[in-house]
C-alpha cells in the first residue's frame, strides 16, 4: 500500500542490505510497518513481525487478513464520514490511507479516472500485501528494550519532517535512544536521512506524490551492532 514515507521503491535494496546481516530463518521486526513494503522484502527470506503504532492502520490489515472485502471505490461522501469511524472499523484506514491521493491521512479522495490521482492501494493489492505476515498492534515507543532473538528494522517519523495526522508529536531524540538501547541486544537498522550510527547504504530518489518534478533526497539505512557503544 502506498504510504507517506513508504520504502515501495527500494524495499528490495533495503532488505537485501538487511539480510547479509540476517540468521536464515532468523525473524525480522518491521516496528514501523506502515505500507509493509519492507515487511513483504524481508518475508522472503524469513518470519517477520509487522508491528505500528497506528491502531486503525493495523486493523485494516488484520481486518482484510480475517476475510474483510474492501471496496474497489468509495464516494466523497463516504470518504469524508470514514474518518469519524472508530479505529476498528477497517473501514477507517482503507479511506484515510488507502483511497487518499498519495496514501496521506485522509489527504483528499483520490480519483480512479486514468492519468489522475491515483489512490494508495487496491482491493487485491491490499490481499496479497498481507497474505502470511505476522501483524499486531504495537508502539515501539513504548517497548522496553531487552533480549530477543530478532533483527530490527526501524522506519520512523523522520526528523524534521511534517508529523503523521492523527498520531501525536514523534520525538526523534527519545527514538534515537530507545534504538540504541536496543542495539545492546541484537542488530538494530534505521532508515533517515541523517545519524550518528555507521551508515551502510544510501540511495537519492525522487520524492514526488503530485505528479510532477519533486524534490530530491537522500534515503540512507544505518546500522548498530549488538553491544557497540
Not at 486514468?114 to 490481499?127: C, Q, T
Not at 551508515?199 to 537519492?204: I, L, P
Amino acid at each position: 500500500m502506498r504510504y507517506l514515507g513508504g520504502k515501495t521503491r527500494i524495499a528490495k535494496q533495503l532488505a537485501a542490505v538487511i539480510d547479509q546481516h540476517r540468521r536464515p530463518g532468523q525473524l525480522a521486526w518491521d516496528a514501523f510497518c506502515g505500507g509493509l513494503s519492507m515487511s513483504v522484502a524481508l518475508s522472503k527470506n524469513g518470519p517477520v513481525c509487522s508491528t505500528d503504532a497506528n491502531a486503525a492502520l493495523i486493523n485494516l490489515y488484520l481486518s482484510v487478513q480475517r476475510g474483510w472485502i474492501a471496496p474497489d471505490d468509495v464516494t466523497e461522501e463516504i470518504y469524508q464520514s470514514a474518518r469519524a469511524l472508530p479505529d476498528t472499523d477497517p473501514m477507517k484506514a482503507f479511506c484515510g490511507f488507502g483511497m487518499s491521493f498519495g496514501g496521506k491521512w485522509f489527504g483528499g479522495r483520490a480519483k480512479l479516472t486514468p492519468g489522475k490521482f491515483a489512490p494508495g492501494v487496491s482491493r487485491r493489492s491490499l490481499e496479497r500485501t498481507t497474505r502470511g505476515l505476522e501483524i499486531r498492534h504495537m508502539d515501539f515507543m513504548l517497548e522496553a528494550p531487552g533480549p530477543v532473538d530478532a533483527i530490527l528494522y526501524l522506519d520512523p517519523p523522520y526528523s524534521g519532517t511534517q508529523a503523521y495526522p492523527g498520531m501525536p508529536a514523534f520525538d526523534s531524540d527519545l527514538f534515537w535512544e530507545r534504538a540504541r538501547a536496543w542495539a545492546q541486544f541484537t542488530t538494530v537498522f534505521v532508515s533517515e536521512y541523517t545519524s550518528d550510527w555507521p551508515e551502510v547504504w544510501s540511495r537519492d530518489v525522487t520524492c514526488n506524490l503530485s505528479g510532477g518534478t519533486g524534490a530530491k533526497r537522500t534515503e540512507r539505512l544505518f546500522m548498530l551492532s549488538k553491544g557497540v557503544a
